[in-house]
């Protein structure tokens, strides 16, 4: 079945990236997919926000705006208002962004987000007209005291609202303990996961054999087709490696 689902390459460059080696990295991928595109593949880059504007100026003088797409790593849930320091999902389309990370780990634990506040969120990004990259994962002490299923069930139940559709919402495995730590779960530990999320998903959801789940944590070119090939696994979302275009390449090109 994850035949039938486009992939989803995300790069998330987290509190990395300045303007001019930012810019310089992000022309080397633009041209790489433009002599060569991934045939299956979305790919996306989700630079700082500072970054969106001039990012999509330079995909636009590329003429890449439509192999690269942008996305934001954060929104808030309200369209405007008193928030020092938030943005929009509003103002993340308005610079450039058609995607957006929500709910990642960092997020939730750095700044205490509930899976409420995240379905708030991710609310906001469909009423902006983004897609929303809903982030799940257990945590090493909840893997080994066997809560990894119901820690992702439960954060899929409590953050993903009605507004939800397919062609909106993508799904981002990410176990915590793996993400910058270069280790990974077993093939079948992921195979695992994957498939509970489609079961949770399809008992509430008639258009759940349509969402790209994907996987994130320490995702690198040596393990990226491997990743890729396992069941359910229909993209990635990708951290340290993806603020190369030498390393972030062959994982886009895996997944087309």
Avoid at 198 to 220: C, D, F, H, N
């Amino acid at each position: 079945m994850a035949g039938r689902r486009r992939r989803l390459i995300a790069g998330n460059w987290k509190m990395n990236g300045l303007f001019g080696p930012g810019r310089a990295e992000l022309g080397k991928l633009a041209r790489k997919l433009l002599a060569a595109p991934p045939r299956g593949a979305d790919i996306v880059i989700c630079p700082p926000a500072t970054l969106l504007r001039p990012f999509s100026d330079l995909l636009r003088e590329l003429g890449a705006a439509r192999r690269i797409a942008l996305g934001g790593q954060d929104c808030h849930g309200a369209e405007s208002g008193a928030h020092t320091g938030d943005l929009s999902a509003e103002m993340l389309r308005d610079a450039g962004a058609r995607y957006v990370i929500l709910g990642h780990s960092e997020r939730r634990a750095d700044h205490g987000e509930s899976d409420a506040s995240v379905r708030d969120k991710v609310v906001a990004a469909h009423r902006a007209g983004l897609t929303a990259i809903l982030c799940v994962g257990e945590t090493a002490a909840e893997r080994e005291a066997g809560q990894a299923l119901a820690v992702v069930r439960r954060q899929i139940l409590g953050s993903l609202p009605e507004s939800a559709e397919a062609a909106n919402t993508a799904i981002a495995y990410e176990p915590v303990w793996a993400i910058g730590s270069g280790k990974t779960p077993t093939g079948p530990e992921i195979v695992e996961v994957h498939a509970a999320l489609r079961a949770t998903l399809a008992a509430r959801w008639q258009e759940a054999e349509k969402v790209r789940i994907l996987y994130g944590g320490s995702v690198k070119p040596g393990n990226a087709a491997a990743l890729l090939g396992l069941a359910e696994v229909d993209g990635a979302l990708v951290g340290g490696a993806s603020l190369t275009a030498a390393e972030f390449w062959p994982i886009a090109g895996a997944g087309g």
